[in-house]
């Protein structure tokens, strides 16, 4: 098996175990545990993770926060609906933002696109990937704004969603900046992290990235190694660091809630393991071959055939062991991608 092949990251996956709404309440979704050790599957619920935690575990999870992303607005002199995908803040104002714009080939740059309110947004120049520029007015109050008036943009494969738009939103979500949520954190309740840290003993541990093309952009080069990742930004503090290298000396373990928690911390780290904080824009593409040096465990959900994500898990427990576990999912009809189970690998 060439691991370098797009070709063998594909699996077939019948369309009825795509989730079209989360499990409720949110930890009674199914686990799927693998030991990279003993190379075991055991399969369970979602609630019952604390059982394969042990006291002084670090959890470090995602703090960033879904926006209202999704915009639509018109050309002043007519022309059909526009849609506005915002998909990276280019300034600390949110006036500039990278982001997908449809139907891009009618949109040339210096077009005026109108909103719902009347805020006209500006088509800026084209970058790589069908990226666009666009900017707000100056002054415009641009978190506000979509609050108003913007949708919380759901994966192209969630055509058929009953849940409310809350559901596609960490219960810790506080950052504000994500195009699309840390899908492996949907599954957490507040009273799931208050029993890991009373009765099992586990730390958690915080930092940001916001999710955006990079995360669900495909992979759509037939080698692999030839795909370039468009960068996200992430931040590290430094009490989280000092958490993480703490429970590294005690012999402890660092559990990663999500591929962007994994790809966050595997960033910010060193060849001899050693870690920064801070803030970063990362474009890390993770594939087998990739040596890890921070994270010991991962949760994460189940990822589409011919994903980066796909091929982050199949560094992280091995391909053939990622593979019959994706398979061994299948024939136990899982729930798969967003709004579906989860894995722990351990």
Known sequence: ??????????????????????????????????????????????ASLGDFLDEGDLLVLNDTRV?????????KNGGGRVEILLLKA?????????????????????????????????????GGEGVRNVAFPAGTEVLPLLERIGETPLPPYITSSSAPRSSYQTVFARTD????????????????????????????????????????RPVKSGD??????????????????KLILETKRRGRKVIAAGTTVARTLES??????????????TRLFIYPGYRFKIIDGLITNFHLPKSSLLMLVAA???????????????????RFFSFGDAMFIR
């Not at 692999?224 to 660091?241: G, Q, V, W």
């Open 268 to 281: 910010l780290a060193g060849e001899n393991g050693s870690l920064e904080s801070g803030e970063r824009m």
């Open 90 to 126: 280019l300034d600390a104002s949110f006036l500039q933002w990278e982001a997908l714009v449809k139907p891009g080939r009618k949109n040339p740059p210096g077009t005026g696109i109108f909103l719902a309110d009347g805020t006209e947004i500006l088509v800026g120049a084209r």
């Open 316 to 334: 992280f427990a091995g391909y053939e062991f990622t593979m019959r576990a994706y398979g061994e999912a299948v024939s136990r009809r899982y």
């Open 1 to 46: 098996m060439d691991l370098f092949d797009l070709a063998s990251y594909g699996y077939l996956l019948p369309e009825e175990l795509i989730a079209q709404n989360p499990a409720e309440p949110r930890d009674s979704s199914r686990l799927m545990v693998l030991s990279r050790e003993r190379e075991e599957i055991l399969h369970n619920t979602f």
């Open 67 to 75: 926006i209202p992303a999704r915009l639509f607005g018109s050309k």
């Open 224 to 241: 692999i190694r030839e795909h370039k990742i468009h960068e996200e930004y992430c931040f590290l503090p430094a009490e989280t660091r």
């Open 177 to 216: 900046g994500s195009a699309a949520a840390p899908t492996a954190s949907l599954h957490f309740t507040p009273g799931l992290l208050g029993e890991l840290q009373r009765e099992r003993g586990v730390r958690l541990g915080w930092l940001t990235l916001h999710v955006g093309l990079g995360t669900f």
